[in-house]
């Protein structure tokens, strides 16, 4: 069973608990928490902090300072939030709380960590219960330079950058908060003819944005990993940290385990391949047995899905996803592209979360025998593959929408919600475009 922490709460009677529905395998014996709605907003009435090993809030600090760190330096303080004797990198953070063989945290000092400062470049992994903290504000992470050198090129703006994947205005944002994407040109010309276009040329990396880019107006996302956690098999939690970037998912956990995964204020964001044939998502979680909850973090602009979540033989999954949100994923040639996505027989429960405007593919879209909880989540869909889905149950997976809204237009065919030989349950649902599409076998009913 979880342990939950005590919390500051609205006075009762503004808290209205809230049922988990009839038939909704959670296993509550081991994650075992309540639902309730405050002002109209349903959340989990569970401590985030509470869900991971507690050795890790009583094990070793070790401070990263990306300024004025030093690697060689210990990372201890006297007291947490000390950075005195920081490391400048997360991963000299990791392998020295490796070599202590116990839980330990991470603190990190807000700013910008750039390239192989995370992982260095998926080589430096923790192998202990670990907590990754932005200490008392935002940590951002670049698989790329925050600053770039531009030089006029006549036509075009040139920076020596290498292995380029990705390439985005950060001076102009989208109306969902990301960054605007550059499209590829097939040549220096071609870039050169059209604005809002890039493109790599030997060694040089071309921009077109129509003016003199500032040194921090690009973000340029290279070939280096994200927060990449391949072999990592022990309880994880992240707080404050914002990942620009990764050729294998912004966030990607991949190995077999039994523990929780946590994030909190957390952002995960334009994951970017090594190859079109290797698109990966922005978040992506694979192979754990137990509880993986998000509260209020993001996923977006991923090359593939947004949120995936996937048992792949490893059954026991139970996913939390707390005001979270995914918006613009999908890149290049990917289809079947998801704001959200789990399959097999993952359980998940979705809090007010938001999703929508994925490239091609459903904005949530639940798969196989999984089975997903929705309750006051939005999803927007407007695909360009010629039918827009904003909700969609598929195979033999069960759905329960509890006011949720499915907004889908745009293309000749448009559904809120469809099950696709999928079982959906509804209860205030509201589809304020699209129709609700019923196929191979699948059911819509309320309850």
Same mark, same amino acid.
């Not at 990607?252 to 995964?261: G, K, L, P, Q, T």
């Not at 996937?310 to 592209?337: K, R, Y």
């Not at 399959?343 to 459903?362: E, K, M, Y």
């Given at each position: 069973?979880?342990?939950?922490?005590?919390?500051?709460?609205?006075?009762?009677?503004?808290?209205? $608990?809230? /049922?988990?529905?009839?038939?909704?395998?959670?296993?509550?014996?081991?994650?075992?928490?309540?639902? +309730?709605?405050?002002?109209?907003?349903?959340?989990? @009435?569970? #401590? $985030?902090?509470?869900?991971?090993?507690?050795?890790?809030?009583?094990? /070793?600090?070790?401070?990263?300072?990306?300024?004025?760190?030093?690697?060689?330096?210990?990372?201890?303080?006297?007291? @947490?939030?000390?950075?005195?004797?920081?490391?400048?990198?997360?991963?000299?953070?990791?392998?020295?709380?490796?070599?202590?063989?116990?839980?330990?945290?991470?603190?990190?000092?807000?700013?910008?960590?750039?390239?192989?400062?995370?992982?260095?470049?998926?080589?430096?992994? $923790?192998?202990?219960?670990?907590?990754?903290?932005?200490?008392?504000?935002?940590?951002?992470?670049?698989?790329?330079?925050?600053?770039?050198?531009?030089?006029?090129?006549? =036509?075009?703006?040139?920076?020596?950058?290498?292995?380029?994947?990705?390439?985005?205005?950060?001076?102009?944002?989208?109306?969902?908060?990301?960054?605007?994407?550059?499209?590829?040109?097939?040549?220096?010309?071609?870039?050169?003819?059209?604005?809002?276009?890039?493109?790599?040329?030997?060694?040089?990396?071309?921009?077109?944005?129509?003016?003199?880019?500032?040194?921090?107006?690009?973000?340029?996302?290279?070939?280096?990993?994200?927060?990449?956690?391949?072999?990592?098999?022990?309880?994880?939690?992240?707080?404050?940290?914002?990942?620009?970037?990764?050729?294998?998912?912004?966030?990607?956990?991949?190995?077999?385990?039994?523990?929780?995964?946590? =994030?909190?204020?957390?952002?995960?964001?334009?994951?970017? $391949?090594?190859?079109?044939?290797?698109?990966?998502?922005?978040?992506?979680?694979?192979?754990?047995?137990?509880?993986? #909850?998000?509260?209020?973090?993001?996923?977006?602009?991923?090359?593939?899905?947004?949120?995936?979540?996937?048992? @792949?033989?490893? #059954?026991?999954?139970?996913?939390?996803?707390? &005001?979270?949100?995914?918006?613009?994923? &999908?890149?290049?040639?990917?289809?079947?592209?998801?704001?959200?996505?789990?399959?097999? =027989?993952?359980? /998940?429960?979705?809090?007010?979360?938001?999703?929508?405007?994925?490239?091609?593919?459903?904005?949530?879209?639940?798969?196989?025998?999984?089975?997903?909880?929705?309750?006051?989540?939005?999803?927007?869909?407007?695909?360009?593959?010629?039918?827009?889905?904003?909700?969609?149950?598929?195979?033999?997976?069960?759905?329960?929408?509890?006011?949720?809204? &499915?907004?889908?237009?745009?293309? #000749? +065919?448009?559904?809120?919600?469809?099950?696709?030989?999928?079982?959906?349950?509804?209860?205030?649902?509201?589809?304020?475009? &699209? =129709?609700?599409?019923?196929?191979?076998?699948?059911?819509?009913?309320?309850?």
């Amino acid at each position: 069973m979880l342990g939950v922490g005590l919390q500051v709460f609205a006075p009762y009677r503004n808290r209205v $608990p809230i /049922a988990f529905p009839a038939g909704f395998n959670w296993d509550r014996t081991r994650f075992d928490f309540d639902i +309730e709605q405050v002002g109209g907003i349903y959340r989990a @009435d569970v #401590a $985030p902090r509470d869900l991971v090993d507690p050795a890790i809030w009583n094990g /070793a600090a070790f401070h990263v300072d990306g300024v004025t760190g030093d690697d060689g330096n210990s990372g201890l303080g006297a007291t @947490d939030g000390d950075f005195a004797n920081a490391k400048r990198t997360i991963h000299a953070a990791f392998v020295a709380g490796n070599a202590t063989g116990a839980a330990y945290r991470v603190l990190v000092k807000p700013g910008t960590y750039a390239e192989a400062a995370f992982t260095r470049n998926g080589k430096d992994e $923790p192998n202990q219960p670990v907590a990754v903290i932005g200490w008392g504000g935002a940590v951002r992470y670049r698989a790329g330079p925050f600053s770039v050198v531009w030089s006029d090129a006549g =036509g075009t703006f040139t920076a020596s950058e290498s292995s380029v994947r990705r390439v985005f205005r950060c001076d102009v944002l989208t109306e969902e908060g990301l960054y605007t994407e550059l499209t590829e040109a097939a040549d220096v010309a071609s870039c050169s003819a059209t604005v809002n276009t890039w493109v790599h040329d030997g060694t040089l990396l071309h921009v077109n944005v129509g003016g003199t880019p500032g040194a921090e107006d690009i973000a340029v996302i290279r070939s280096f990993h994200g927060a990449r956690f391949m072999t990592h098999d022990k309880d994880f939690y992240l707080e404050n940290i914002h990942c620009e970037g990764g050729i294998s998912g912004a966030l990607h956990f991949d190995a077999v385990a039994a523990r929780n995964i946590v =994030g909190v204020n957390c952002s995960f964001r334009y994951s970017a $391949p090594s190859s079109p044939t290797a698109l990966q998502d922005a978040a992506r979680v694979r192979r754990t047995d137990g509880l993986v #909850a998000f509260f209020e973090c993001d996923a977006s602009g991923g090359a593939k899905d947004g949120w995936s979540f996937h048992e @792949d033989g490893t #059954a026991g999954m139970h996913v939390l996803l707390q &005001g979270c949100t995914g918006w613009g994923n &999908g890149f290049s040639t990917a289809t079947s592209c998801n704001g959200f996505t789990s399959h097999d =027989g993952v359980r /998940a429960i979705l809090l007010g979360g938001a999703f929508g405007l994925s490239r091609n593919g459903t904005e949530v879209h639940v798969i196989q025998s999984t089975e997903t909880w929705a309750a006051g989540c939005r999803a927007v869909a407007r695909d360009i593959d010629g039918t827009s889905v904003a909700f969609k149950c598929s195979n033999g997976a069960l759905m329960w929408l509890q006011e949720c809204s &499915g907004d889908a237009a745009g293309q #000749a +065919e448009n559904y809120a919600l469809q099950a696709n030989a999928g079982t959906v349950f509804t209860r205030g649902f509201v589809a304020l475009s &699209g =129709g609700v599409d019923v196929a191979s076998g699948g059911s819509v009913t309320p309850f």
